[in-house]
């Protein structure tokens, strides 16, 4: 079932997002939900709290779809360990139409459980490195748009505020 992404500047984007317990029916569903909005959308991850859930769960997958087997479906993950440095261009499902050059760690090596109650570690670089990033960055309430100078976040506001006025964007207005 494709979820109703959420849009800045929704609160739960801004929420700290708890941690999960145990893996149940429920979750591994939303998971399921969470991939189908994702390729939906399109876009390379997704988090909960961007279909307005305060759970530590995302999906991703560098291939779009194209490969099924990349597809990760991650609990409660955690970076432990990155180096060096990556500057591209960034954007995001709940800033839709919306990008700017964000730095980023070029390899990052994180633990989570996947979906199935597993232990893991991986190490990622490159595109799927800023994948991780961005979407673990969701689960604590930061957004790609923290990252940015003050003017381009002004900018991107400004646009997102015209947006609003004219229907194009469907959130209701707070910040």
């Not at 440095?85 to 800033?95: K, N, P």
């Amino acid at each position: 079932m494709i979820l109703e992404i959420k849009k800045y500047p929704d609160e739960v984007l801004r929420q700290k997002s708890h941690p999960i317990d145990t893996i149940t029916d429920e979750i591994k569903e939303l998971a399921s939900n969470m991939a189908e909005t994702m390729y939906n959308a399109p876009g390379y991850g997704i988090a909960a709290p961007q279909v307005g859930v305060s759970k530590r769960l995302l999906v991703v997958d560098d291939s779009l779809g194209s490969d099924p087997a990349r597809l990760m479906k991650i609990v409660n993950p955690v970076i432990v360990e990155s180096s060096g440095e990556l500057f591209e261009e960034e954007g995001c499902l709940s800033i839709p139409g919306e990008y700017e050059l964000v730095k980023r760690f070029s390899n990052v090596t994180v633990q989570y459980t996947d979906i199935d109650g597993k232990e893991c570690l991986i190490e990622v670089e490159g595109l799927l490195s800023r994948i991780f990033q961005h979407e673990i960055d969701h689960l604590d309430g930061h957004l790609f748009i923290d990252d940015i100078t003050m003017l381009q976040r002004d900018r991107i506001k400004k646009s997102i505020k015209n947006r609003i006025k004219v229907g194009d964007y469907n959130v209701t207005e707070t910040d």
